[in-house]
């Protein structure tokens, strides 16, 4: 059972527009949050993180926003630049508990 | 300071074989973490190892196994291989473990059963 979910397989913006991926999660007991981006045969690489006290943390162009109620966090990036095009997983996790991951949203920046 | 390495990078076996895969974290890690990535199913938990105990453990039927040595370094066993066990195998480590810290992720191997 998928606890965490983007449905979006695929994004393609245009650079210099702004990317938004999102995010959903069942389980209301998942109070950390992180984004992680993976390029082809590598490893995925930490992105940014949100605790569930907070609704919104940025970092640069990435800014990531969490709406508790609607169980849902997205994932901005502004403005996007072709070395962002990578696959985007978002992770959940619970106190004492691993992380469950997304399958991920492909995301293409067009020059 | 060396990241995450996992070896081998790739493999090929058969149906019913055995294949042991290799990790070994950054230097001072402690905790190490297994998970299996495949086409629609994003990254699901294997297990994860802290001072050579298993602390967590996911989904996965008793052919999953795993170990961690008293230097960090991180093992997991497939046994009696099937077709679907073919996938990107990542472990990523953290200094405490627990799923409060960034995990650094190795490069993965590709395991392809035929």
């Known amino acids: 059972d998928q606890q965490v979910k983007q449905n979006s397989p695929s994004l393609s913006v245009q650079e210099g527009r702004i990317s938004i991926l999102n995010c959903d999660y069942t389980n209301s007991m998942f109070d950390y949050f992180l984004w992680y981006k993976k390029y082809p045969a590598e490893g995925p690489t930490f992105l940014i993180s949100?605790?569930?006290?907070?609704d919104k943390n940025e970092d640069g162009r990435f800014t990531v926003f969490l709406n508790k109620s609607a169980k849902h966090l997205s994932l901005h990036i502004v403005p996007s630049q072709p070395g962002d095009s990578a696959v985007y997983f978002c992770?959940?996790?619970?106190?004492?508990?691993?992380?469950?991951f997304g399958t991920g949203t492909s995301l293409t920046v067009i020059p | 300071k060396a990241g995450v390495t996992q070896t081998p990078r790739y493999l090929i076996k058969t149906r019913g074989q055995q294949v042991t895969l290799s990790c070994s974290p950054i230097s001072g890690h402690r905790s190490v973490s297994w998970y299996q990535q495949t086409p629609g199913q994003g990254l699901q938990f294997l297990f994860e190892y802290f001072s050579e105990t298993q602390r967590n453990k996911g989904n996965f039927p008793g052919r999953f196994s795993g170990r961690q040595f008293s230097n960090s370094r991180s093992e997991m066993n497939v046994s009696t291989l099937e077709l679907g066990d073919s996938a990107l195998y990542l472990c990523a480590s953290t200094v405490l473990g627990g799923a409060r810290n960034e995990q650094f992720f190795g490069p993965g191997t590709r395991l392809t059963v035929l």
């Open positions: 949100i605790s569930s006290i907070k």
């Open positions: 992770a959940a996790s619970s106190p004492g508990n691993q992380f469950y």
